[in-house]
């Protein structure tokens, strides 16, 4: 059979040696050879005929048969991106959308953002010229309240559609709406900017096998099969449970190392934090071997890293090296990274939970869901024979959910009500979802938007303010904040503030999540340097002497202009005062978009200096539902859901201890922590949220 044959080819695969300057024409001709044997390629024909013939189409294929990078190219070819119409494609992440659209760029042979674009929250690449327009499904959701009929669009394909984020499960509806509507205009003058709009093209793509869910849904929709190649993996399971996933990682690494044959190696953790931390044990465990067992090449890969990091892990290794790709659940299936043999599954990822009954969202480490493991394990199989090593026993396999439950059951709906309300759906109990959310959580969404001003007592959009709202990029809650800080004239520090909240770690705290109880004495050093930014008023006015002191010693080195050396000397203000500089840049480059969309709204930037009590009432008036009380066994009470929590060993409060204290994050690890802290006054928030707090009488 033909896998044997194929398997032997990866088995004998020799890296090829990097040359300095690889000719063009080369690489042009690899990309050729690649594109020619991926398994959709023999669909072309089929596939462009399905879609001249179906308004909807389901595509369901193996991960890795080239249906991302492929089938738009395609519908270029067939002439779908005529008149300057569009072909887009929704990621549900942000990495994905990045990572591919560059390699499409590549294989057309065309610089990014030209015919090949992308278009993420926070950056955009796209240009008049683009044709094939990657995205987040949340970006095409907020471009859809300035072009309702998404007019620019011929086709417009809904990728990882498996994965049900609470952005795809809006869009499915949106756009079965949208296209109806735009089918009953056809050839009618309207749309954004007046421009014909013609029917539109919808087509569904996904990696699990079950695609009866979305042909129902599009009231029997056709579906259309890509085979995949898929090799034997072999599976390996833990004896016992492993305490620690991150050292039982850290040690299959090595294992397989220095047991197995070539090949480099994925393995899948939770997040940024963790991710970063086992770059650097990797790199630290690498420096007591020999000279010779050295030759390992740790890779990270996750969605905040920047973007000329990113598509490192797709590079070849070095002759001689293997890598070891260190990945969050975005290597399941938005992203195929090449020469992979080896997983190590450490059965856990970061999900986020919503109770609305306490109005609680929590981002927690939980079990991966069994159509996850599998996908995970699927992954070492994609060149070759194999092998999959799950941090967990073959029993606690079979325990774990058939699959994840889609995130519109499980998160807090906020920002997705605002966004419907400002298209105009007033009726969200009514609407069309693939999968209903429970009454309860779109009530309680409806009466959190009540009470951060965006909605009326009638649950109409308000004006301006819930318009406002909706227009910008960030949960409510933080557009609330900015609304706010405007009228407390301290919106210059708010931004900076939002920024900084939207990006992970911005200390450079290693293996911090884990080891709470020894967390001060190991970093004992990494807190001693970084002691002169901490404000005793707490973790929000810390990062923001973090970020202002960065900005004045830039702002003294304003000499030494290209951007390359701005990046080296921040890198080395970061590394001198153990912050985290990748968090960092990424803050700087939010903050600037942010700081755009808020004076293109017409907003005055003002800044309140050093006027810090003013500026902890702003944060106190806006993340007034966020506020926990001191109680009398030094524990704190949530004040909106009545959680008993503790303060997080890695806020500046945590020793401090003050009676009261407005918190950004709320998670569960051994305990409820809550974590990004300001210390308030308690009556502040009878006197500045007087319809949420009553004064004791
Ligand atoms: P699918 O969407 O069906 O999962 P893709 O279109 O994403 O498949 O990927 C097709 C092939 O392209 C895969 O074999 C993958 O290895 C390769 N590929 C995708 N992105 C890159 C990249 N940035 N660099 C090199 N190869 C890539
Ligand atoms: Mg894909």
Known sequence: MAQGELKSSVLNRKRNPKSPVASRSSKKQKIAEHRKSLPIASEEERLIEAVQKN????????????????LPQFLFNAGFCREGKMVGITQPRRIAALTIAKRVAEECDVPLGQKVGYSVRFDDTTSSSTRLKYMTDGFLLREALVDRLLSRYSVIIIDEAHERTVHTDVLLALLKKVQRE????GGVLRGCQGRKVSPLKLIIMSASLDARVFCDYYGGAKDFRVEGRQFDVDMFYTVHPETDY???????????????????????????????SVERLVQEKLQHLPEDERKLLPLAIFSALPSEQQMRVFAPAPIGFRKVVLATNIAETSITIPGIRYVVDSGVVKARTYDP????????????????????????????????????????????????????????????????????????????????????????????????????????????????????????????????????????????????????????????????????????????????????????????????????????????????????????????????????????????????????????????????????????????????????????????????VHIHPSSVLFRSKPECVIFDELMQTSQKYINNLTRIDPLWLAELAPHHYKTEE
């Open 357 to 644: 009954n306490k109005g609680m969202e929590t981002l927690d480490v939980v079990p991966v869901s069994k159509a996850q493991a599998i996908q995970r394990s699927g992954r070492a199989g994609r060149d070759g024979y194999g092998k999959s090593f799950h941090l967990y026993p073959e029993r606690d396999f079979w325990k774990l959910e058939d699959s994840t439950k889609p995130e519109i059951k499980r998160c807090n709906l906020s920002n997705v009500i605002l966004q419907l309300k400002a298209l105009g759906i007033d009726d969200i109990l009514g609407f069309d979802f693939i999968d209903k959310p429970s009454r309860s959580a779109i009530v309680k969404a409806l009466a959190e938007l009540h009470l951060l001003g965006a909605l009326t007592d009638d649950c109409k959009l308000a004006k301006p303010a819930g318009e406002q709202m909706a227009r910008l990029p960030l949960e409510p809650v933080y557009s609330r904040a900015l609304i706010l800080a405007n009228q407390f004239n301290c919106l210059e520090e708010m931004l900076i503030i939002v920024a900084m909240l939207s990006v992970e770690s911005i200390f450079y705290d290693p293996r911090q999540k884990r080891e709470e109880s020894c967390f001060l004495f190991i970093f004992g050093q990494a807190r001693t340097s970084r002691n002169h930014f901490v404000s005793v008023e707490g973790d929000h006015l810390t990062y923001l002497s973090v970020y202002r002191e960065l900005d004045e010693f830039l702002e003294e080195r304003k000499a030494e202009k290209s951007e390359a050396k701005v990046e080296k000397i921040m890198r080395k203000w970061c590394k001198v005062n153990f912050v985290n500089s990748r968090s960092l840049k990424h803050a700087r480059d939010i903050y600037r978009q942010i700081r755009g969309n808020v004076e293109q709204m017409g907003f005055n930037v003002s800044s309140c200096g050093n006027d810090m009590l003013e500026y902890r009432r702003c944060i106190a008036a806006s993340f007034f539902l966020k506020a926990a009380q001191r109680q009398m066994d030094g524990t704190y009470r949530a004040l909106e859901s009545g959680e008993i």
């Open 182 to 185: 735009r089918s009953e205009i």
């Open 246 to 276: 991150v050292d039982a990682a850290l040690n299959t690494i090595f294992q397989i190392h220095s047991e197995e044959e070539e090949g480099d190696i994925l393995v899948f953790l939770t997040g940024q934090e963790e991710i970063e």
């Open 55 to 70: 308004d909807i189409l389901i595509i369901v294929g193996e991960t890795g048969s080239g249906k991302t990078t492929q």
